[in-house]
């Protein structure tokens, strides 16, 4: 079985500050993990996904995130947040290639100017 | 440019009225995923087809149904909607195999409204 834990169902930071959301995971087979983000009303857009390459995956929109297996966390990162990072953002977990995906519990992140 | 469509949008209707939501692709992946997703929740799966295979999750109540005639299309229907069943409806694509990872793609979501 897999499952995703995100630490903070809610984040609020100002502008021009550094982006921080905690994923956690647990998988018994090597895991696909993805971080998707959603604006109001509308459906969810990969952010950016591990697939057992390289460890540090640069994504889209500035974000990046680190895969570290001892830790079994996915942790995703901005340096700098705009405003138009406000959005609800979700990790989650595949057990293989395309195949359906487990999510976490979304964090909505507030960016205050 | 719109790969995975959802129709309608926003969807209102009755107690117990039948409500028939649509999705279509143009990718020609072979995977249709349904998922639910409640207000401040995480999306969660309903059901999938991998091609004409129909694969129900355990816990997906027996008032949801769905059909795909082809690859392009796939239907959600809900039989008898309750208020419990008010949320948003995704529908993602993916197309797996061959040794090549691709992710899951969405649709704008449809918003039901029962009333």
């Known amino acids: 079985a897999q499952s995703v834990t995100q630490l903070g169902s809610h984040v609020s930071v100002s502008e021009g500050a550094l982006v921080l959301l905690r994923c956690n995971y647990s998988?018994?087979?090597?895991?696909?993990l993805f971080w998707y983000v959603q604006y109001p009303n509308q459906g969810l857009q990969l952010l950016l996904k591990?697939?057992?390459?390289?460890?540090l995956v640069k994504g889209i929109n500035g974000f990046e995130a680190e895969f570290k297996k001892s830790e079994t966390s996915f942790h995703l990162t901005k340096p700098s947040a705009h405003m138009s990072d406000a959005a609800e953002y979700f990790c989650?977990?595949?057990?293989?290639?395309?195949?359906?995906?487990?999510f976490g519990g979304g964090t909505r992140v507030l960016v205050k100017p | 440019d719109a790969m995975v469509i959802q129709n309608p949008r926003y969807q209102v209707t009755q107690f117990g009225k039948p409500v028939t939501l649509s999705c279509s692709q143009t990718?020609?992946?072979?995977?249709m995923y349904w998922y639910q997703q409640k207000s401040s929740q995480a999306p969660k799966l309903l059901f999938h087809?991998?091609?004409?295979?129909?694969?129900n999750e355990a816990d997906t109540p027996d008032n949801f149904q769905s059909r795909r005639p082809n690859t392009s299309f796939c239907f959600l229907d809900i039989r008898s909607p309750g208020l419990g069943d008010a949320a948003m409806y995704l529908c993602?694509?993916?197309?797996?195999?061959?040794?090549?990872?691709?992710?899951?793609?969405f649709g704008q979501g449809t918003r039901l409204t029962v009333v």
């Open positions: 591990y697939t057992s390459a390289a460890t």
């Open positions: 087809y991998y091609d004409k295979d129909f694969n």
């Open positions: 998988s018994s087979v090597p895991p696909y």
């Open positions: 989650a977990v595949s057990r293989a290639a395309g195949n359906k995906l487990t």
């Open positions: 993602a694509t993916s197309s797996p195999g061959g040794g090549v990872f691709n992710e899951a793609f």
């Open positions: 990718l020609n992946h072979n995977v």
